[in-house]
């Protein structure tokens, strides 16, 4: 089979290139509000601002290479969305965390999902199965739709637990000693449900609206299972990285230990058995479970 595919390959001359980020713009000019909230929020602000903290310097020399963030190979992984015209073309830092960020790299999905049924289709005359069938291709071809819940929280795991797949834990090691932010009590429902919330579903488009208890508590067991996760994954031989990740095992552990579908994560914190956990909660209210650990509304970030 493989070597079907290599000759496949060799005689047309093609291969399926890595799925690429290509910008907010391509998301924002039929999510409207949605763009205006991001653009408000210190994921959009940050492109101006976060090279010049007072530690850059210093956390630059750590993670080597160019000593400009936005060509940095380790810091353009987390603080911006490196954009490119096309396959061939180079990325470029053209923002900071914008929409792909968390919901996948637009590159095989984005005309996709912007078809609404032809090109003088409205996206609010949409057929229904039409509907059912774009987003469920979108979702084949690399998206993370919001009830893709897991993926989303495991792109906010992996930067804000200073846990990136691909990245080499020895040089993270060294950026946290030279003063990178990083914070252990990082959860999801804290960080999602304040300032960068973006709740703008049918019939009220124009409200962005607030997470029922059931609906928190869920996203909370699916951003403690994301944390469990990353920082299971994350090994190193410095003192201080390694004990910032086992306290976040630690606490994820504790969190989960009393829902019951969480079991098989916690024995075995893959990312398969989190979306396993993420499945079997669909639809659940878990706030007996874990309403107490809730963080308070007055605490959103």
């Keep these: 089979?493989?070597?079907?595919?290599?000759?496949?390959?060799?005689?047309?001359?093609?291969?399926?290139?890595?799925?690429?980020?290509?910008?907010?713009?391509?998301?924002?000019?039929?999510?409207?509000?949605?763009?205006?909230?991001?653009?408000a929020t210190k994921h959009a602000t940050s492109f101006k601002d976060v090279h010049k903290n007072e530690k850059a310097k210093a956390i630059?020399?750590?993670?080597?290479?160019?000593?400009?963030?936005?060509?940095?190979?380790?810091?353009?992984?987390?603080?911006?969305?490196?954009?490119?015209?096309?396959?061939?073309?180079?990325?470029?830092?053209?923002?900071?965390?914008?929409c792909e960020k968390c919901h996948g790299p637009g590159s095989d999905f984005i005309k996709?999902?912007?078809?609404?049924?032809?090109?003088?289709?409205?996206?609010?005359?949409?057929?229904?199965?039409?509907?059912?069938?774009?987003?469920?291709?979108?979702r084949a071809a690399g998206m993370f739709l919001?009830?893709?819940l897991y993926d989303i929280a495991a792109n906010c795991m992996a930067c804000h637990g200073l846990a990136k797949p691909g990245l080499d834990t020895g040089i993270l090691a060294k950026m946290l000693e030279a003063g990178h932010p990083f914070d252990p009590d990082y959860e999801l429902v804290r960080y999602s449900q304040g300032t960068v919330r973006h709740r703008f579903y049918p019939p009220d488009?124009?409200?962005?609206?607030?997470?029922?208890?059931?609906?928190?508590?869920?996203?909370?067991?699916?951003?403690?299972?994301?944390?469990?996760?990353?920082?299971?994954g994350a090994k190193s031989d410095n003192a201080a990285y390694?004990?910032?990740?086992?306290?976040?095992?630690?606490?994820?552990?504790?969190?989960?230990?009393n829902v019951p579908d969480?079991?098989?994560?916690?024995?075995?914190?893959?990312?398969?058995?989190a979306r396993k956990l993420a499945a079997a909660i669909a639809g659940k209210d878990l706030t007996k479970e874990v309403g107490s650990l809730l963080p308070a509304k007055d605490s959103y970030k």
């Excluded at 290479?65 to 911006?80: I, L, S, V, Y």
């Excluded at 079991?263 to 990312?271: F, G, K, N, S, V």
């Design 1 to 39: 089979m493989h070597r079907f595919i290599w000759v496949a390959i060799i005689l047309t001359g093609v291969a399926h290139a890595d799925p690429y980020y290509v910008g907010p713009k391509a998301c924002t000019e039929c999510h409207k509000a949605e763009g205006a909230v991001w653009e």
């Design 60 to 98: 630059l020399a750590a993670a080597g290479g160019d000593a400009n963030m936005r060509k940095n190979a380790t810091c353009t992984q987390c603080h911006f969305t490196m954009e490119q015209a096309d396959a061939s073309a180079a990325p470029l830092a053209k923002s900071s965390v914008s």
């Design 112 to 138: 996709i999902h912007n078809d609404f049924g032809g090109p003088d289709v409205k996206r609010e005359a949409e057929a229904p199965a039409h509907k059912t069938k774009r987003l469920a291709d979108a």
């Design 146 to 148: 919001p009830d893709s």
């Design 205 to 232: 488009t124009d409200k962005n609206k607030e997470q029922t208890p059931a609906e928190l508590s869920r996203m909370f067991v699916i951003g403690q299972a994301a944390k469990l996760v990353s920082a299971a």
């Design 242 to 257: 390694s004990a910032a990740q086992a306290k976040r095992v630690a606490d994820a552990t504790a969190a989960l230990k």
């Design 262 to 273: 969480a079991a098989a994560l916690i024995a075995a914190p893959t990312a398969d058995n």
